[in-house]
């Protein structure tokens, strides 16, 4: 398995991480616990090392699922979670918290959840607007001195965040949302500037790019693409452009639409992780397979071209969820 560090940290992981986000929470009801736990221990199998969960997924769920599943090769593997959401007493959502009391309140629940001693990589979920990231970044240093993590990130956060965290503890990962139709290439030469690794979580449009759906896809109600402005039907139908040219040069290199989108991801720098998610056991195949396409310069420039000639109907997110982005 190929492997790629992140940024100028001592942080070396498998050129593809697995997003669990979906086996528990988001996109529709949670999954069956037993077939999720097979499918990441194959993961490990086919030589991912590269987990990515939260508190917030479930929530706690997800956490409590990738700690049995991973815990009988948990020397082999990397695990990331995050902090930052806060939560009513029946386990609601009910907005952020990134005060360093909670932050300690959190890393320790997560250890247990996890089943383990320390967190590979502790992220930031959501930037706090009421406490200083240099107060953020000097609790995960205090972690980290304890040995009870490993390394900082960030996640959905901007430049100017970034390189105040970074003065503070270094930030091995920035996890932002990035592919064909989010693109940001001032992160990117921020992040190179900085040393930084590129986390990419949804780097297939949050399945769109893989060809598999349409304006006729049906969407369940505890999916929440249904609420997001790229996912109305007309949104759809206007974006399948991007996914065709996606299949054209699927067709040139005997691959499919995700392998493609990933092998132009993963060229973009050395130090770009990609993350999709997956609860099927040929979708991990297939996206492993990225690593098998070669995407020549001029393959790459062929892409660009293209997509720079397409305008992405509807915004990645409805307007108060951007807000509490801190991008």
Request: net charge neutral.
């Amino acid at each position: 398995m190929q492997k790629r560090k992140l940024g100028n940290s001592s942080l070396e992981v498998s050129f593809l991480g697995l997003g669990c986000m979906g086996m528990s929470a988001s996109y529709g009801p949670p999954k069956d616990t037993q077939e999720m736990t097979v499918l990441l221990r194959a993961a490990v199998d086919m030589g991912i090392d590269f987990f990515d969960t939260a508190e917030v997924y479930g929530p706690y769920i997800n956490e409590e699922l990738v700690g049995v599943a991973l815990a009988p090769v948990r020397d082999q593997v990397i695990i990331a979670t995050k902090f930052g959401f806060k939560f009513d007493a029946g386990g609601k959502q009910v907005g952020l918290t990134s005060e360093p009391k909670n932050i300690r309140a959190v890393a320790e629940a997560s250890l247990k959840r996890l089943k383990t001693d320390r967190i590979d990589l502790f992220y930031q979920h959501r930037v706090d607007p009421n406490v200083p990231i240099e107060d953020v970044a000097g609790t995960v240093k205090d972690l980290i001195q304890a040995g009870k993590v490993k390394h900082f990130g960030l996640s959905e956060a901007g430049l100017g965040t970034v390189r105040r965290a970074h003065a503070v503890q270094p930030v091995t990962a920035l996890q932002n949302e990035y592919s064909l139709w989010t693109q940001r290439p001032q992160i990117l030469e921020g992040l190179d500037e900085l040393g930084i690794g590129l986390v990419a979580f949804s780097p297939l449009g949050r399945g769109f790019l893989t060809g598999k759906i349409d304006e006729t896809t049906v969407l369940s109600d505890t999916d929440f693409r249904q609420g997001l402005p790229r996912f109305t039907p007309e949104a759809r139908k206007a974006n399948q452009t991007l996914v065709d040219l996606l299949k054209k040069m699927a067709a040139r290199k005997k691959a499919t639409p995700a392998q493609i989108a990933l092998a132009w991801l993963l060229a973009q720098r050395p130090w770009i992780v990609p993350i999709p998610g997956t609860t099927k056991l040929p979708r991990l195949a297939e996206n492993l397979g990225a690593a098998n396409i070669e995407l020549t310069p001029q393959d790459l420039r062929d892409i660009d071209t293209s997509a720079a000639q397409i305008e992405i109907e509807g915004t990645r997110y409805p307007e108060h969820m951007e807000k509490a982005t801190g991008l």
